[in-house]
């Protein structure tokens, strides 16, 4: 055995202090500064807490930079979801009674300033967190309801949260994660739960100013997507929804952040454009509350700018136009294929568009049970009357607005001339010299009639006969090849529009005889949207189909123009031109003052259904017309829908104003 004297035990006592020493310096040196960073983190974490930053939305501007949609401060009513026993206390004197809670001091009467304000025994109500009837009356009247219907609200929400809360500890009590069961309290139980979305400033100074009349409420400001220019936008831009979605936060774990998704328009076709990434900010805790002193930042990233290619003003114009109609009215630039203005009627103020959604969900909700039930309640009637539809790009019956495209099928495949005569007699026959009647009928009979007669005064007997011509000959594929040239049965690449309704719109599938030959005059299975029609004209005025764009630019990216050559010789498009051109001169657009402006333009009378007042049609007139005023080469469509007014009366007076608006007067 060693033993060691004194001198020795105060040696290895002094080597250990040095070596004890030394391994405390260096890890002092490791901590302050080899990895400084990282434990001064770690120190701040127990003691800061991370808030969301929300990204601004992308901005949506007009062609002049104007804003349209842009992101606005709103103000949210949200409940604190706890509730509680309250017993019944009653005043001796002038008896006025009240549900107060088991932990809160008893306070005076509020009437008389009495005391005692007594218990009463065997009364119990469960409430929530309200201290007097008359502060909630009050503050339902501030939101234009009903008490009765605030306190639904309230209920609502708070047994949905608890109900889910029960639900989630029942799973968790069996797998005993008692770490889950604290997250999932702090995820649905403490949450505050917005109930009124979008309630005034009144009401919110009211809460705010307040919070002991209100411990139950508080108010949640957060950005709100406004669309600055009402109804001729709404359909276009579109509406963004306003939800909560969870984002990851820097410091581990997960938050609720409120934000902004495109339901509809460009607001959902461009919405990962528009949407930005969220920010973080740490703040430093005392005493467990938050304070104001940042101690690290994460700069949100805010959504790219979206800039359309129409003007404000020229959109009104369009909107203006329609006159209260339901239709729609498509102006484009006939060179590029850039969208001018792009109205549809009715529609909507976009602020109200959840009662607008409500209202006409329930009005379907009562037409389905009323055909249950037997009763003779068209489902389609309410869809067509509904201002939530966008009717700018949903296909529907053509008519003879689509004859100058039969008659360049029919020449490009030599079965006419443009000398040809073709006599009608009012009523169109078969090979076989059978009359067919119904909607094959002319108006009248035209007589003997060449291509140029022809499309100034709309017959139906001479195209019919050209597309029996090219179902004898067995070529009637040529007639739609000869419209996919034109883009029919494609889509045009604008925000609304369903590309598989506007590829079913083009085809002979499931035809019989008759619906073919009709196809000639735009009746039958044919069925194609304004945008659609409107493309189709300019590549008639231009000889290069363009590809429709509404969106001129994303943050720094520009939309180019896209054309692509109509195979089809320059001379007949141009006999087509001319005879458009002599249809506001002498046709059927006669007596509406457009061949002032240099208009090219057909009209049309598609026949829809019978009712018993009369037949409803729908009523297009489609062109062209030149570039004039500082205004490009432009190319047009309009359809009003559902009138018993022929194409020329119902569109013609439309037409007129918006071009004298449209040019400046001239």
Not at 47 to 56: D, I, M, T, Y
Request: hydrophobic letters at 40%.
């Amino acid at each position: 055995m060693i033993t060691l004297d004194f001198r020795q035990r105060i040696g290895l006592l002094v080597i250990g202090m040095v070596c004890g020493f030394l391994l405390l310096a260096g890890r002092l040196v490791e901590i302050q500064i080899l990895e400084h960073d990282q434990w001064l983190a770690a120190a701040r974490t127990p003691n800061a807490g991370w808030a969301p930053l929300v990204a601004r939305r992308g901005r949506i501007l007009d062609a002049d930079g104007l804003m349209l949609s842009g992101d606005d401060i709103a103000y949210d009513l949200v409940l604190y979801a706890s509730a509680w026993h309250g017993r019944l206390h009653e005043c001796d004197y002038c008896a006025f009674h009240r549900y107060v809670k088991p932990n809160q001091k008893v306070p005076k009467c509020p009437r008389c300033k009495a005391r005692p304000f007594a218990e009463t025994e065997g009364r119990t109500k469960r409430g929530l967190r309200f201290v007097d009837r008359r502060e909630l009356t009050k503050l339902a009247s501030a939101l234009k309801m009903r008490r009765t219907d605030l306190l639904k609200l309230c209920w609502d929400e708070f047994k949905r949260v608890e109900k889910s809360v029960n639900k989630q500890l029942g799973k968790l009590a069996v797998e005993r994660k008692t770490a889950d069961v604290r997250n999932v309290w702090a995820d649905k139980g403490w949450r505050p739960r917005v109930i009124v979305r979008g309630v005034p400033y009144e009401v919110a100074r009211l809460v705010e100013l307040y919070p002991h009349r209100y411990p139950a409420f508080g108010i949640l400001t957060v950005n709100a997507r406004q669309c600055l220019v009402g109804p001729p936008f709404a359909h276009l831009v579109g509406i963004a929804k306003r939800e909560g979605e969870r984002a990851n936060r820097p410091g581990g774990g997960l938050q609720w952040v409120s934000r902004a998704r495109g339901v509809s328009g460009v607001e959902r076709l461009l919405n990962r454009e528009l949407t930005g990434m969220v920010g973080w900010k740490q703040m430093r805790r005392r005493h467990g509350r938050m304070t104001d002193e940042e101690t690290d930042r994460q700069a949100p990233l805010h959504g790219l700018d979206v800039q359309l290619t129409m003007r404000r003003q020229d959109q009104a114009m369009a909107y203006d136009a329609l006159h209260k109609a339901r239709g729609a009215f498509v102006v484009v630039n006939a060179d590029t294929g850039a969208v001018l203005a792009m109205a549809t009627a009715p529609s909507f103020e976009p602020r109200d568009y959840n009662t607008v959604l409500q209202y006409w969900v329930e009005r379907q909700h009562r037409a389905d049970a009323a055909a249950k039930k037997g009763d003779r309640i068209p489902r389609r009637q309410v869809s067509r009357l509904t201002p939530l539809v966008e009717r700018s790009c949903s296909p529907t019956i053509p008519g003879s607005i689509l004859k100058p495209f039969t008659a360049l099928a029919g020449l490009h495949a030599e079965l006419i001339s443009p000398s040809r005569v073709i006599a009608c007699n009012k009523v169109f026959h078969n090979s076989h010299g059978r009359v067919i009647r119904g909607r094959m009928t002319c108006h009248k009979a035209h007589g003997p009639l060449d291509l140029h007669r022809s499309l100034t005064e709309s017959c139906n007997v001479y195209y019919q006969t050209i597309l029996r011509e090219f179902i004898e000959s067995r070529h009637e594929e040529d007639f739609l090849a000869l419209g996919r040239m034109f883009g029919f049965g494609e889509p045009t690449g604008l925000p609304p529009e369903n590309a598989r309704r506007a590829a079913a719109g083009w085809n002979f599938d499931k035809s019989g005889w008759g619906e073919k030959v009709t196809a000639a005059i735009g009746q039958g299975r044919v069925q194609l949207s304004p945008a659609q029609m409107a493309r189709a004209y300019a590549g008639l005025a231009t000889g290069r189909l363009p590809k429709l764009f509404a969106v001129a630019q994303v943050g720094p990216r520009r939309t180019e123009p896209v054309t692509r050559p109509i195979p089809l010789p320059a001379h007949l498009l141009t006999l087509v031109r001319k005879a458009l051109l002599d249809v506001p001169r002498i046709g059927t657009a006669h007596g509406w003052s457009l061949e002032a402006h240099g208009i090219g333009c057909k009209t049309g009378t598609a026949q829809v259904q019978s009712s018993r007042n009369g037949r409803l049609y729908n009523s297009w007139i489609a062109g062209f017309a030149p570039a004039r005023a500082n205004r490009p080469r432009i190319a047009f469509a309009m359809v009003i829908r559902d009138t018993d007014l022929p194409s020329a009366d119902a569109c013609g007076p439309r037409l007129r104003d918006f071009f004298a608006r449209f040019y400046g007067g001239e």
